[in-house]
């Protein structure tokens, strides 16, 4: 049953308090049977017995030993590579930045080295994009030739950032960030960035960096094993902040996340296996955490799905979602778990997402979510948008298997937006021992199968001094 609905008018909201939203089971094609099976969560110890954070052997490697001066005005970048190869050279340990503003281009940080950024001090990382070589690099789902990132390793193994300092990106409205603001000169490049990859262009060749208006990931490892970021705060990212791309066993753990440029996006593991971030704190011009796996050819053409990510104990205040899956999504999405956080912004869009369209396509399957609590979205608690951009193709994205158990919202404009597409699919939302309250419209469900609600409340804004069984009942 696929009733396409639309929001009803403030007008008709405010005459009709309650009652309309106790008609969503019915005209959605609620079923009344119990949700299925959620025992997905049985999957979560042997995943976790996987995430292993790296260890390292107890030796320092002061920056200060390797020439770097705790002055803004002077250039410590060569003197930090500098320590972070000799740390690699020999067999590993930790590179140590003291308090202090130390000014740096990209650090590029090699096997078993953990770049240890003290309390009180800042790796203030230099706008220039002279300083970034060209890499292989993800831009947007990808592959490229372009900026390096400013944390960037490649092939390794064993690596960390750490520590309870800062890491400033110096990214602005006349750095970094213009580049997306009208007339937006970033728009071209990503145009034949994309037409590279639809062409089937080798990644060699594909060539932007200097001279180009690309921007670069804040902390990226590529292909590696084993990574630990923990504890530092990142600001002013040129773009996406934590990009982890075809790697395992990664821990994101006590990071603060506090940037509000274009593209911010918090976390964004893409084709990654293995993954927990938890205890971290998201406030972002974008998604809080986004899980991606590649965009549309190269996306299918790398074909490597994120799988097994574990997101808890988060708290997400601004972006455009809590926990977000896509768009960049060609290679699949599978077995995503998140538990015991709070999202909580007006100005967050909404609390979990997922974006696709016929062109990008993609499976998400098995993602669950328990013990939330959203006191305040300004979207839907659930928002499934499978005509995001307007792109089509042949294409079909499919969402299957997505549960919610245990989650509170006091407002939000919706409980599930599910926007589905003809020749896509939408298979088994389940939602569980659940209360929505201060809800201002009814779900809006399009071309989706097998919705179902079991014990959830649903409270309209004007019923919020009601007891929710008078306004809406038991479901």
Same mark, same amino acid.
């Given at each position: 049953?696929?009733?396409?609905?639309?929001?009803?008018?403030?007008?008709?909201?405010?005459?009709?308090?309650?009652?309309?939203?106790?008609?969503?089971?019915?005209?959605?094609?609620?079923?009344?049977?119990?949700?299925?099976?959620?025992?997905?969560?049985?999957?979560?110890?042997?995943?976790?017995?996987?995430?292993?954070?790296?260890?390292?052997?107890?030796?320092?490697?002061?920056?200060?030993?390797?020439?770097?001066?705790?002055?803004?005005?002077?250039?410590?970048?060569?003197?930090?590579?500098?320590?972070?190869?000799?740390?690699?050279?020999?067999?590993?340990? %930790?590179?140590?930045?003291?308090?202090?503003?130390?000014?740096?281009?990209?650090?590029?940080?090699?096997?078993?080295?953990?770049?240890?950024?003290?309390?009180?001090?800042?790796?203030?990382?230099?706008?220039?994009?002279?300083?970034?070589?060209?890499?292989?690099?993800?831009?947007?789902?990808?592959?490229?030739?372009?900026?390096?990132?400013?944390?960037?390793?490649?092939?390794?193994?064993?690596?960390?950032? #750490?520590?309870?300092?800062?890491?400033?990106?110096? =990214?602005?409205? #006349?750095?970094?960030?213009?580049?997306?603001?009208?007339?937006?000169?970033?728009?071209?490049?990503?145009?034949?960035?994309?037409?590279?990859?639809?062409?089937?262009?080798?990644?060699?060749?594909? =060539? *932007?960096?200097?001279?180009?208006?690309?921007?670069?990931?804040?902390?990226?490892?590529?292909?590696?094993?084993?990574?630990?970021?923990?504890?530092?705060?990142?600001?002013?990212?040129?773009?996406?902040?934590?990009?982890?791309?075809?790697?395992?066993?990664?821990?994101?753990?006590?990071?603060?996340?506090?940037?509000?440029?274009?593209?911010?996006?918090?976390?964004?593991?893409?084709?990654?296996?293995?993954?927990?971030?938890?205890?971290?704190? *998201?406030? #972002?011009?974008?998604?809080?955490?986004?899980?991606?796996?590649?965009?549309?050819?190269?996306?299918?053409?790398?074909?490597?799905?994120?799988?097994?990510?574990?997101? %808890?104990?988060?708290?997400?205040?601004?972006?455009?979602?809590?926990?977000?899956?896509?768009?960049?999504?060609?290679?699949?999405?599978?077995?995503?778990?998140?538990?015991?956080? #709070?999202?909580?912004?007006? =100005?967050?869009?909404?609390?979990?997402?997922?974006?696709?369209?016929?062109?990008?396509?993609?499976?998400?399957?098995?993602?669950?979510?328990?013990?939330?609590?959203?006191?305040?979205?300004?979207?839907?608690?659930?928002?499934?948008?499978?005509?995001?951009?307007?792109?089509?193709?042949?294409?079909?994205?499919?969402?299957?298997?997505?549960?919610?158990?245990?989650?509170?919202?006091?407002?939000?404009?919706?409980?599930?937006?599910?926007?589905?597409?003809?020749?896509?699919?939408?298979?088994?939302?389940?939602? %569980?021992?659940?209360?929505?309250?201060?809800?201002?419209?009814?779900?809006?469900?399009?071309?989706?199968?097998?919705?179902?609600?079991?014990?959830?409340?649903?409270?309209?804004?004007?019923?919020?001094?009601?007891?929710?069984?008078?306004?809406?009942?038991?479901?």
């Amino acid at each position: 049953m696929n009733p396409e609905r639309r929001p009803i008018s403030s007008r008709n909201h405010k005459r009709t308090p309650g009652i309309w939203l106790g008609l969503i089971a019915l005209v959605a094609g609620v079923l009344p049977a119990p949700a299925a099976d959620v025992d997905g969560w049985d999957q979560v110890p042997d995943i976790l017995a996987r995430i292993v954070a790296p260890t390292f052997p107890e030796r320092d490697f002061v920056a200060t030993v390797f020439g770097a001066i705790a002055d803004d005005l002077v250039d410590d970048g060569a003197a930090l590579q500098q320590a972070i190869d000799a740390c690699h050279a020999a067999g590993g340990g %930790r590179v140590i930045v003291p308090a202090g503003i130390w000014r740096t281009g990209p650090l590029h940080l090699k096997s078993n080295v953990n770049l240890h950024v003290m309390e009180g001090a800042t790796l203030l990382f230099d706008p220039d994009q002279a300083r970034y070589p060209n890499v292989l690099t993800l831009f947007e789902g990808v592959e490229c030739m372009s900026f390096s990132p400013l944390v960037y390793a490649f092939e390794q193994e064993n690596i960390a950032v #750490t520590g309870a300092g800062v890491l400033d990106g110096s =990214a602005s409205e #006349t750095q970094w960030w213009d580049r997306k603001r009208p007339p937006t000169p970033q728009k071209a490049d990503v145009q034949r960035l994309y037409a590279m990859a639809e062409q089937g262009v080798p990644v060699e060749q594909r =060539a *932007f960096g200097l001279g180009s208006f690309l921007r670069p990931s804040f902390i990226q490892p590529y292909r590696c094993r084993n990574v630990l970021i923990e504890g530092v705060t990142l600001r002013r990212a040129p773009m996406w902040n934590i990009h982890p791309v075809l790697s395992t066993n990664v821990t994101v753990r006590r990071v603060t996340v506090d940037t509000h440029g274009p593209n911010n996006d918090g976390c964004n593991p893409e084709s990654c296996r293995d993954v927990l971030i938890e205890d971290c704190f *998201f406030n #972002t011009g974008d998604d809080c955490i986004a899980i991606k796996s590649g965009r549309n050819a190269d996306g299918r053409r790398v074909g490597v799905p994120s799988e097994n990510i574990i997101v %808890r104990n988060c708290t997400m205040r601004d972006g455009h979602g809590g926990v977000v899956i896509g768009s960049e999504i060609s290679g699949d999405c599978r077995n995503v778990f998140v538990e015991n956080c #709070t999202m909580d912004s007006a =100005a967050l869009g909404s609390a979990l997402r997922f974006k696709s369209n016929t062109y990008r396509g993609g499976t998400i399957e098995n993602v669950y979510l328990r013990n939330v609590s959203i006191p305040k979205v300004s979207g839907a608690i659930v928002l499934m948008q499978l005509k995001y951009q307007r792109e089509t193709g042949p294409h079909a994205p499919i969402i299957r298997n997505v549960h919610l158990d245990n989650v509170t919202s006091l407002s939000s404009r919706h409980v599930l937006n599910l926007g589905g597409v003809e020749g896509g699919l939408i298979d088994g939302v389940y939602v %569980r021992n659940s209360t929505f309250s201060g809800v201002r419209a009814p779900d809006i469900i399009e071309h989706v199968r097998d919705v179902r609600f079991t014990n959830v409340t649903i409270l309209a804004e004007t019923d919020a001094a009601k007891p929710a069984a008078a306004a809406l009942g038991q479901r």
